[in-house]
């Protein structure tokens, strides 16, 4: 599963982005400007891919609605793109699709085990 050399090298396994543009335009109660960022994100997805991951995840750490202008107790959307993911039919990518898929409503701290396991990187998951 795992390829031989990655972008940078062998020494990385995992690679974090921020963006820092949503939260910071949904603390202004920007809207607009939240949506130019998520779609600037979006035109940026095919270059992300071309480094062939073993994992993308995409999800974000907390919510920050603009209406609200501040953090939020909100779920948050999470997408997980492996060849060992399962589709489900999820067409969006928002809180409420994410949320009917098949990761569902999950805590946080169970990322890191997911995205392992979709990289093929543990024996057995859950045991």
């Known amino acids: 599963m795992r390829r031989e050399r990655s972008l940078y090298g062998d020494q990385h396994d995992f690679y974090f982005l921020h963006v820092k543009g949503t939260d910071s335009s949904g603390e202004n109660a920007d809207f607009k400007g ?35 202008a501040a ?32 990761l569902g409503l999950r805590p946080g701290v169970h990322l890191m085990g997911l995205a392992l396991a979709n990289a093929g990187r543990l024996r057995k998951f859950g045991a």
């Not at 779920?75 to 809180?95: A, I, Q, T, Y």
Request: one cysteine or more.
């Open 34 to 68: 939240k949506v130019q960022v998520l779609e600037q994100v979006d035109r940026l997805l095919p270059r992300l891919l071309e480094a062939q991951p073993d994992v993308l995840a995409i999800t974000t750490d907390h919510s920050t609605p603009a209406l609200m």
């Open 71 to 102: 953090h939020s107790w909100h779920p948050v959307p999470v997408l997980l793109h492996s060849p060992l993911v399962r589709s489900n039919g999820v067409e969006g990518f928002d809180e409420y699709a994410c949320s009917r898929g098949m």
